[in-house]
């Protein structure tokens, strides 16, 4: 089937700092499987990373300018900066049939959900990464080498209230090994494409 007969996927991905998420929506848009919703924040780039790609890096200004002129799907303030999904990463895409990945918290997960809006309660499926250990993912954050000690510790207390919300999503992916973990990701993505509420 092309994507002409259905509307797109709006696939959010949750999980707490180096639970290996970004990692596995970056390799979905790499692969061509699905389109990477770019987001919009206030934190400061991290080494190689590219504005308009990564993130749009914004002040905390003009995100607030963006929130006035009602830009964003949902944004939250996560380990002390802003984040958010901006309309023109999403609505368009899905309405064309485009399946689209997100790498969203929690918060902003909470947010999608509740909207009254038919494209985007027919579009969402919602996927939690839980890491292995709390010692796997210390090691992870650690092993990344971009945060300072008090990043890293900051967002090691937010992952426990992350983690503690995992019921509120449909699938849950305890992260083992990165090839499982995408082939995992990638057999929920090809099954949600088979639904029927989206096909036109
Ligand atoms: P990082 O600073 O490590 O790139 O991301 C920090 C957190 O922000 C992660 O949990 C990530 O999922 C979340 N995040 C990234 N983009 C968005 C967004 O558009 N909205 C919300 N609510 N959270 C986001």
């Known amino acids: 089937m092309n994507t002409q007969d259905r509307l797109g996927i709006l696939y959010l991905v949750s999980g707490p700092s180096g639970s290996g998420k970004t ?27 590219i504005d308009g790609t990564s993130y749009h890096f914004l002040t905390v200004e003009d995100f607030k300018q963006k929130i006035a002129e009602g830009e964003f799907i949902e944004y939250a303030e996560v ?5 958010g999904t901006l309309k023109s990463e999403v609505v368009s895409r899905l309405q064309e049939g485009v399946d689209i990945v997100m790498d969203i918290d929690v918060q902003g997960a909470a947010i999608i959900r509740e909207i009254q809006d038919e494209l985007l309660q027919t579009c969402l499926v919602d996927l939690f990464v839980m890491p292995p250990s709390e010692e796997e993912l210390e090691s992870r954050l650690r092993n990344r080498c971009t945060d300072s000690e008090e990043v890293i510790t900051l967002r090691l207390q937010n992952s426990i209230e992350e983690m503690a919300r995992w019921q509120e999503y449909t699938y849950l992916l305890l992260s083992g090994d990165k090839e499982t973990d995408f082939n995992t990701f990638q057999n929920i993505l090809f099954t949600e494409r088979l639904k029927v509420r989206r096909l036109r």
């Open 23 to 49: 990692t596995m929506c970056r390799r979905a848009a790499d692969t061509g499987l699905a389109k990477y919703a770019v987001s919009a924040t206030t934190r400061a780039p991290r080494e190689g990373e």
């Open 79 to 83: 380990h002390g900066n802003y984040y």
